[in-house]
């Protein structure tokens, strides 16, 4: 079975600095992608990065990136710069490549900027 | 292009009545997918769709709830009878077969808000 765990339900931080939030996963399937998605307050989920297992590099999206440790089962999500406009929910999931892709989700963090 | 398409974005209901949703999927995604997300946890998947067969329904509650995906394009999910439990945001996703460079994300609807009184 597959498991994200988000570990952070709430974090603040400072217009234009960075911050990171955590999630670990669990799976024994060697092949898997690795998701961040946003949720504002609105209530529909957008997709910010995506990090396979195989990839030697971390991914990058503008101003996300995700801090990839395999041998940690890790897969953080950095933004850097914050602005007020990145207050919502983070949900980190998995979708597992031998699963026919059902993808699992942690239960997220509320993050807030603050001004 | 547009979007994953879904109706009614709120419901309220009394308990043991019955309650129907509907998503229309990104053209051409063959995969879609149901998830419940109760307030203040991540979704969790009820049911998916690979074309109009199930690929997995293990945490659909199938004494109260149902869905289908005739002709592999839009589809229904419904709650029969509703429990004070249910309450939740029904959000429906696609995604287009992993082939290629094509990552696998899923493309979410705006969701349908049950509140069961």
């Known amino acids: 079975a597959q498991k994200i765990t988000q570990t952070q339900p709430g974090m603040f931080v400072q217009e234009k600095e960075a911050v990171t939030l955590d999630c670990t996963y669990d799976t024994s399937d060697p092949s898997y992608g690795l998701f961040w998605y946003k949720q504002p307050s609105s209530g529909e989920m957008i997709f910010l990065i995506y990090?396979?297992?195989?990839?030697?590099q971390n991914a990058t999206e503008g101003r996300y990136s995700l801090n990839f440790q395999k041998a940690r089962k890790s897969a953080n999500l950095v933004i850097s710069a914050s602005q007020l406009g990145d207050s919502a929910m983070y949900f980190c999931a998995m979708r597992v490549n031998t699963n026919a892709g059902k993808s699992t989700f942690g239960d997220g963090t509320t993050l807030t900027v603050k001004p | 292009e547009a979007g994953v398409a879904q109706s009614p974005r709120y419901k309220i209901i009394e308990k043991r009545q019955s309650v129907a949703f509907w998503c229309n999927p990104i053209s051409g995604h063959a995969t879609l997918y149901w998830y419940q997300q109760i307030l203040g946890q991540g979704p969790k998947l009820l049911i998916q769709?690979?074309?109009?067969?199930?690929?997995?329904d293990s945490q659909l509650p199938k004494d109260r709830f149902s869905a289908e995906r005739l002709k592999g394009v839009d589809s229904t999910l419904k709650i029969q009878p509703a429990k004070l439990e249910d309450s939740a945001v029904y959000l429906c996703?696609?995604?287009?077969?992993?082939?290629?460079?094509?990552?696998?994300?899923?493309?979410f609807g705006e969701g349908s808000r049950l509140t069961v009184l």
């Open positions: 996703a696609s995604s287009p077969l992993r082939q290629g460079a094509n990552t696998g994300e899923l493309f």
């Open positions: 990090q396979g297992s195989y990839d030697q």
């Open positions: 769709f690979q074309n109009n067969g199930v690929v997995d």
